[in-house]
């Protein structure tokens, strides 16, 4: 019980690696706030913030599952205020919410260039500025953004999504730097070929049989988590 006593927030935590980090650092211990925007099951994509939040509660801890648009900042501030008046503070935050939509550039319109842009960056940005005051008040916390090999490795109809975890990369070890007095961890997980749900969409016809699975980014983040600005941050 690594974490006991401590409270997370997980973004995007429906499905996928978010809603994999969530359960693993509950079962370190943690209360866990999962914060994203499904709450009923439409379309191909299963998952909701409600089933993420009974399987927690199913293994002793505390869930408070809150719909968020994480490119809203109104939504944002709101959620980050009722996870601080139900569990009395934050300790945790993983910035997992993204989207990727595979394309060529020319292929790619505005929008949904700009739609990328907003939950993969602002997303991770309104989030982290909205945990930061109290962070700072109790002079301990821990970031965990998630950026992607896709970060620095090229592949066809990825320029885009691509850009944002490079982004994040740069935004977590600059950050790092301001708050580390604080003894605020910032540090980026970054996840190679996953199988997740998302990922089964748009690349079924691909042997997945040797990627990773979720819940190996769990067990990272879970390591994460425990760190603080002295041992490991940036």
Not at 30 to 43: K, L, M, Q, Y
Not at 66 to 79: F, L, N, S
Not at 149 to 157: M, N
């Amino acid at each position: 019980m690594k974490l006991e006593g401590k409270v997370a927030i997980v973004t995007g935590a429906s499905r996928g690696i978010g809603k994999a980090i969530a359960l693993a650092l509950a079962r370190e211990g943690a209360d866990v706030v999962i914060a994203a925007r499904t709450e009923e099951e439409r379309g191909p994509l299963p998952g909701t913030i409600h089933k993420t939040a009974d399987e927690i509660r199913a293994l002793g801890r505390r869930a408070l599952a809150v719909k968020t648009d994480v490119t809203r900042e109104e939504e944002v501030e709101a959620m980050v205020r009722k996870t601080i008046e139900e569990c009395g503070g934050i300790d945790i935050l993983v910035n997992n919410a993204g989207i990727s939509i595979p394309g060529t550039l020319v292929e790619v319109s505005t929008k949904r260039w700009d739609l990328i842009m907003a939950v993969n960056l602002r997303g991770t940005f309104l989030c982290t500025k909205a945990v930061l005051p109290k962070m700072m008040e109790q002079k301990r916390g821990s970031i965990i953004n998630l950026s992607s090999i896709l970060g620095t490795r090229v592949i066809e109809g990825g320029v885009p999504y691509g850009v944002t975890k490079a982004a994040i990369e740069r935004f977590t070890s600059g950050l790092a730097r301001e708050v580390r007095e604080y003894n605020i961890a910032v540090n980026a997980l970054c996840p190679s070929y996953t199988d997740t749900e998302g990922i089964r969409l748009w690349a079924f016809d691909v042997d997945r049989s040797h990627w990773q699975q979720p819940e190996l980014w769990g067990r990272y983040a879970v390591f994460l988590a425990c760190q603080d600005a002295s041992t490991l941050t940036g």
